[in-house]
């Protein structure tokens, strides 16, 4: 079946404008996870939906960060007022329920380059 | 908190050889472990995890890993290496107290490189 898609693939934009990154998880896939990828550092967590339940946003680095899940499917992640060091791969993911140790399956990301 | 500790930046080895890449963990309770792999340009694709069980795991590709309880470890193997395995290796950690999330903790990634 179909995999978690994002877009855009690549995004550039410049500073001090707002952008917007999609992820659709794979069908009935209850929690979703947004993390972001800098060279270097890993995987850094942003945020988690689990089903109707208030998210986690423990791991978003500032109040320009947001996210929403709408219908409990597509998720967006915007960014306000973009600052180079936001430039990094953002990655979304996906698994069948938040709360078992199941694997997340991952989206091909988002390059995003502030200018 | 969890953490994860990879602690090579880039692992040579030669084609046919065998292929070791270094995981160890920090985490309270028994850990849920995971290894992914990125290839150039793409999402991270799951190899294996561990649960409970057998300490010794078998994944994709080939690659397996063995959970050591006493050295906090958790090293990904591969008895002989591709030059198609050369990608970015990621481990991952979650704490089974996490009640409620699956929130994994990654480590910073290992670069392999396959020469042939």
């Known amino acids: 079946g179909a995999g978690v898609s994002q877009s855009p693939s690549n995004k550039v934009t410049e500073k001090g404008k707002d952008v917007e990154l999609r992820c659709d998880p794979i069908?009935?896939?209850?929690?979703l996870y947004w993390y972001r990828q800098s060279l270097g550092q890993g995987l850094e967590f942003l945020i988690y939906?689990?089903?109707?339940?208030?998210?986690?946003k423990s791991g978003l680095p500032s109040d320009r960060f947001s996210a929403e899940r709408t219908g409990g499917s597509v998720s967006t992640l915007t960014i306000q007022r973009t600052q180079q060091e936001d430039s990094a791969v953002y990655l979304c993911?996906?698994?069948?329920?938040?709360?078992?140790?199941?694997?997340?399956?991952f989206g091909p990301g988002t390059r995003l380059t502030v200018t | 908190a969890q953490s994860v500790a990879q602690p090579e930046d880039q692992v040579n080895v030669a084609e046919g050889n065998p292929l070791t890449v270094k995981c160890t963990y920090s985490?309270?309770?028994?850990?849920?472990l995971f290894w992914y792999v990125q290839y150039p340009n793409r999402g991270l694709q799951f190899l294996l995890k561990?649960?409970?069980?057998?300490?010794l795991v078998k994944g994709s590709y080939g690659f397996e890993a063995e959970f050591n309880k006493s050295q906090t470890s958790f090293h990904l193997k591969k008895p002989s290496a591709l030059v198609s395995d050369s990608a970015l290796y990621f481990c991952?950690?979650?704490?089974?107290?996490?009640?409620?999330?699956?929130?994994?903790?990654f480590g910073k990634g290992n670069q392999v490189v396959v020469i042939p």
């Open positions: 069908s009935g896939h209850t929690a």
């Open positions: 561990y649960i409970t069980g057998d300490n």
């Open positions: 939906f689990q089903g109707n339940s208030a998210p986690d």
């Open positions: 991952a950690v979650r704490s089974p107290y996490d009640w409620g999330n699956n929130r994994l903790a």
């Open positions: 985490v309270s309770g028994n850990p849920y």
């Open positions: 993911a996906s698994s069948p329920q938040g709360d078992r140790p199941y694997e997340q399956y």
